[in-house]
């Protein structure tokens, strides 16, 4: 397999899923302003829309769209339960959160990457997030992760997301039990391996 990536970006997660489930992959750099690959190729040929994450398989299928990589990649390793057995009550659980960090959290962020928007529209969209981090603290309540009370995709992705708050300005000094979940999460070995493969741990 190999996983199209951007340093930092959304696809994070599923590389410190891969690194999880102790899959075997490849990587390949991709500029996303330029849309070229490391090698030089037009990005746009592998995936239309221009972004990250893509996991190329061994056949030559392309999967998009994060939530959907990482459930992919829980169900090639059933015995590692990075995600709970498809078809289950916890499963679905697990979706509705996997959909709630990418409509609620993600996207809200989106904004504020932009310098071109006017500070009214950012400011919205950090209203927007520190409301769904409210969700989110509450969701963490007398609980160590998201799901079943262990380790999941949903973690990775969450992470991931809220990794990007310093840089754009973004206080969750109020969040005492998501601020816990990143340094948990952040001290996982897969997680610091993730990192320092993006360079973005010395």
């Not at 221009?50 to 056949?59: A, I, Q």
């Not at 289950?88 to 071109?116: G, Q, W």
Request: hydrophobic share 45%; proline share 7%; glycine share 4%.
């Amino acid at each position: 397999m190999k996983l199209y990536f951007s340093p930092g970006a959304c696809s994070l997660s599923p590389h410190i899923v891969l690194l999880e489930a102790g899959l075997p992959f490849t990587m390949e750099k991709v500029d996303l302003h330029q849309k070229t690959t490391e090698s030089g190729a037009d990005f746009r040929a592998v995936n239309p829309s221009g972004y990250v994450p893509v996991l190329e398989l061994d056949n030559g299928a392309r999967l998009t769209e994060g939530p959907a990589i990482v459930q992919y990649l829980a169900d090639q390793v059933p015995g590692k339960q990075l995600a709970p057995a498809y078809g289950s009550m916890e499963r679905y659980r697990l979706m509705s959160i996997l959909n709630f960090i990418a409509a609620e959290l993600h996207k809200n962020y989106s904004p504020l990457f932009r310098p071109e928007l006017p500070d009214a529209v950012k400011t919205y969209a950090r209203a927007n997030l520190l409301a769904r981090y409210a969700t989110v603290e509450a969701m963490l309540a007398d609980k160590e992760f998201l799901v079943d009370q262990r380790f999941s995709v949903a973690d990775a992705y969450l992470f991931t997301v809220t990794s990007w708050a310093p840089f754009v300005q973004l206080d969750l000094a109020a969040w005492p039990r998501l601020q816990a979940f990143q340094q948990r999460i952040g001290a996982r070995p897969a997680v610091q391996q993730a990192m320092r493969d993006e360079g973005l741990l010395d």
